[in-house]
Nanobody
Framework: QVHMAESGGALVQAGGSLNLSCTAY????????MAWYRQPPGKQREFVAG???????TYADSVKGRFTVSRDNAKDTLHLQMNSLKLEDTAVYYC?????????????WGPGTQVTVSS
């Protein structure tokens, strides 16, 4: 059964850093593109960052230069290193297998992990 297990969310002050992790179950992780998404309070879910099977990275403009997506194929795990966090980064963060170029998600959403940035 396919599911994603996100972790690493926390309450952090603006300017701080967090590293999120996502372990994927039930998929052939190494051959698929993976992506991070987020849903801020009261807003729609949005794409944050994606990485193809061969390591090509794509970022939303709002996080370029601050966030880094990476993957560990040996552990079926996706990471998101978030630096210089801003109040507007507050959201529930989700990972999913994704379609390359469109970054549309493939499977149902997992529970996500809450990131709260305070002033």
């Amino acid at each position: 059964q396919v599911h994603m297990a996100e972790s690493g969310g926390a309450l952090v002050q603006a300017g701080g850093s967090l590293n999120l992790s996502c372990t994927a179950y039930g998929i052939i992780f190494s051959i698929n593109a993976m992506a991070w998404y987020r849903q801020p309070p009261g807003k729609q879910r949005e794409f944050v960052a994606g990485i193809s099977s061969d390591g090509v990275r794509t970022y939303a403009d709002s996080v370029k230069g601050r966030f880094t997506v990476s993957r560990d194929n040996a552990k079926d795990t996706l990471h998101l290193q978030m630096n210089s966090l801003k109040l507007e980064d507050t959201a529930v963060y989700y990972c999913n297998q994704a379609q390359v170029r469109t970054w549309a998600r493939t499977f149902d959403w997992g529970p996500g992990t809450q990131v709260t940035v305070s002033s």
